[in-house]
């Protein structure tokens, strides 16, 4: 068993190793992925592990008719209704993200498209973890942006990109993705009050881009070394931005959250929705044609 590094209290701005893990340098570029059609739960496979490929993307995949089972594939959900329906704009989400998938959908907004751009996430010098969070969406956007506008048929769609910061006061923590840094990040926030940062870019049909940013405060228990160990076994932590995932066991920690919960888990409900809104999208004519009861 590798030696256990100390933990990262004091640590100012990152570790050059976390830096490491969110700079996502090695990464390579998720391609377009239609959410529709046999092929999508391959396309989910690759955003969780993307395939050595190269950082160009992958040609745009062509949306086919059988939207439902294939969202279904990737995230047990069915769309609001058929994409064949053309009775809302086409969106497109620039995350891989599973749980922004289902939050979109909560909200009345299934993406048609899925693509996720590979950009460096690496904070800059001194940078606050709030200009962190509202850099990296920007950047995601416009980055998916460039190539969603030479796809026909995309060229005024809507585009969707967000970033989740965790902080305990400047010091960023990273996505965790080795036990060893989230066992790291579990002992700084153990019995600490930290800041979930998530900011929320979406690109107009005129390509503008629109922002907004969500600050919440969440106050963990204090958590002793078997706590620790037993969530770190579960490896709910993987991937997640300060080694925990709010919605899971994690849950378990929490003993006051101030501000978004669904901004922990990855996306603002209520930023989302205004942006989507202000651009026309057709959330209410969805809410009356698709009851949830």
Same mark, same amino acid.
């Given at each position: 068993?590798?030696?256990?590094?100390?933990?990262?209290?004091?640590?100012?701005?990152?570790?050059?190793?976390?830096?490491? @893990? %969110?700079?996502?340098?090695?990464?390579?570029?998720?391609?377009?992925?239609? &959410?529709?059609?046999?092929?999508?739960?391959?396309?989910?496979?690759?955003?969780?592990?993307?395939?050595?490929?190269?950082? *160009?993307?992958?040609?745009?995949?062509?949306?086919?008719? !059988?939207?439902?089972?294939?969202?279904?594939?990737?995230?047990?959900?069915?769309?609001?209704?058929?994409?064949? *329906?053309?009775?809302?704009?086409?969106?497109?989400?620039?995350?891989?993200?599973?749980?922004?998938?289902? %939050?979109?959908?909560?909200?009345?907004? @299934?993406? #048609?498209?899925?693509?996720?751009?590979?950009?460096?996430?690496?904070?800059?010098?001194?940078?606050?973890?709030?200009?962190?969070?509202?850099?990296?969406?920007? *950047?995601?956007?416009?980055?998916?942006? #460039?190539?969603?506008?030479?796809?026909?048929?995309?060229?005024?769609?809507?585009? $969707?990109?967000?970033?989740?910061?965790?902080? @305990?006061?400047?010091?960023?923590?990273?996505?965790?993705?080795? /036990?060893?840094?989230?066992? !790291?990040? $579990?002992? $700084?926030?153990?019995?600490?009050?930290?800041?979930?940062?998530?900011?929320?870019?979406? &690109?107009?049909?005129?390509?503008?881009?629109?922002?907004?940013?969500?600050?919440?405060? @969440?106050?963990?228990?204090?958590?002793?070394?078997?706590?620790?160990?037993?969530?770190?076994?579960? #490896? /709910?932590?993987?991937?997640?931005?300060?080694?925990?995932?709010? #919605?899971?066991?994690?849950?378990?920690?929490?003993?006051?959250?101030?501000?978004?919960?669904?901004?922990?888990?990855?996306?603002?409900?209520?930023?989302?929705? !205004?942006? $989507?809104?202000?651009?026309?999208?057709?959330?209410? *004519?969805?809410?009356?044609?698709?009851?949830?009861?």
């Amino acid at each position: 068993m590798a030696k256990t590094k100390a933990p990262l209290k004091g640590r100012r701005p990152l570790p050059q190793k976390a830096a490491a @893990v %969110i700079s996502g340098v090695e990464k390579k570029a998720v391609p377009f992925a239609p &959410v529709a059609g046999a092929g999508v739960a391959a396309a989910a496979a690759k955003h969780k592990k993307p395939a050595d490929t190269g950082n *160009e993307a992958a040609p745009f995949a062509p949306e086919v008719a !059988d939207s439902g089972a294939a969202l279904a594939e990737i995230t047990g959900l069915t769309p609001l209704f058929p994409v064949s *329906e053309g009775k809302r704009p086409v969106l497109v989400l620039a995350s891989a993200s599973a749980r922004r998938l289902q %939050i979109l959908q909560q909200i009345g907004a @299934v993406p #048609q498209h899925i693509h996720a751009p590979n950009i460096d996430e690496t904070p800059k010098r001194g940078e606050h973890p709030r200009s962190l969070a509202k850099r990296l969406a920007r *950047e995601k956007a416009e980055t998916a942006r #460039q190539a969603v506008r030479q796809v026909p048929g995309l060229e005024k769609a809507l585009i $969707l990109a967000a970033d989740t910061v965790v902080a @305990v006061g400047r010091t960023i923590l990273p996505k965790a993705e080795t /036990e060893e840094e989230a066992r !790291d990040c $579990l002992r $700084l926030l153990s019995g600490r009050t930290h800041k979930v940062y998530t900011a929320v870019s979406l &690109v107009s049909a005129r390509d503008k881009i629109h922002h907004r940013l969500s600050e919440s405060r @969440v106050r963990f228990a204090l958590l002793r070394s078997k706590t620790i160990a037993a969530y770190l076994a579960s #490896q /709910e932590w993987q991937g997640k931005a300060g080694g925990y995932a709010v #919605q899971g066991r994690a849950g378990n920690f929490i003993l006051r959250l101030v501000g978004s919960y669904s901004a922990i888990v990855g996306l603002d409900m209520a930023g989302t929705y !205004d942006l $989507l809104l202000a651009q026309n999208y057709p959330l209410f *004519e969805v809410w009356q044609n698709n009851p949830l009861c």
